[in-house]
C-alpha cells in the first residue's frame, strides 16, 4: 500500500471485491517516517515481560524449595511410622522378599549408570 506496492485504484469491477476507497485511504495514509523506535519500544516491552516471566519463575522455584526444607522432616517421620508399620504387619518372608527386590533395583539402577 502507501503507493508503493499497488497502482492506483480503480472503479473497474474486477478489482477483487476491494473497495477503492478504502484501498485510497490507505495509500494515502501517514505512515511514520522511521520504524525504528517503535520496533525499539515493543522489543523492551518484550524483554521486560520475559525477565518478569523469570522473575516469577525463580520465585515459585525458590518457594518451593522452602516449603519443602520445611515439610521434609515431617514427611521423613511420616515415612518411618509407614515402614515400621509395614515390618510389623507383613510376615519376615514377604519383607525378605521387598529387600532382596529393592537390593536388585538399586543394583540394576548403578550398573546402568555405570554403563552410560
Not at 526444607?69 to 519376615?92: G, I, K, M, N, R
Not at 540394576?108 to 554403563?115: F, G, P
Request: glycine fraction near 6%; include cysteine.
Amino acid at each position: 500500500m502507501n503507493g508503493t506496492s499497488r497502482t492506483p485504484p480503480s472503479d473497474e469491477p474486477d478489482d477483487g471485491g476491494l473497495d477503492p476507497n478504502l484501498l485510497r485511504l490507505f495509500d494515502e495514509a501517514h505512515t511514520p517516517p522511521q520504524p525504528e523506535p517503535f520496533v525499539s519500544a515493543t522489543l523492551r516491552k518484550l524483554e521486560s515481560d520475559r525477565r518478569e516471566r523469570f522473575v516469577r519463575r525463580c520465585a515459585g522455584v525458590v518457594l518451593l524449595m522452602i516449603a519443602g526444607a520445611f515439610l521434609a522432616p515431617y514427611v521423613a517421620s511420616a515415612t518411618l511410622v509407614l515402614a515400621s508399620w509395614l515390618a510389623e504387619q507383613l510376615p519376615d518372608t514377604a519383607l525378605a522378599l521387598g529387600s532382596c527386590a529393592c537390593a536388585a533395583l538399586i543394583a540394576w539402577r548403578a550398573a546402568r549408570r555405570q554403563l552410560s
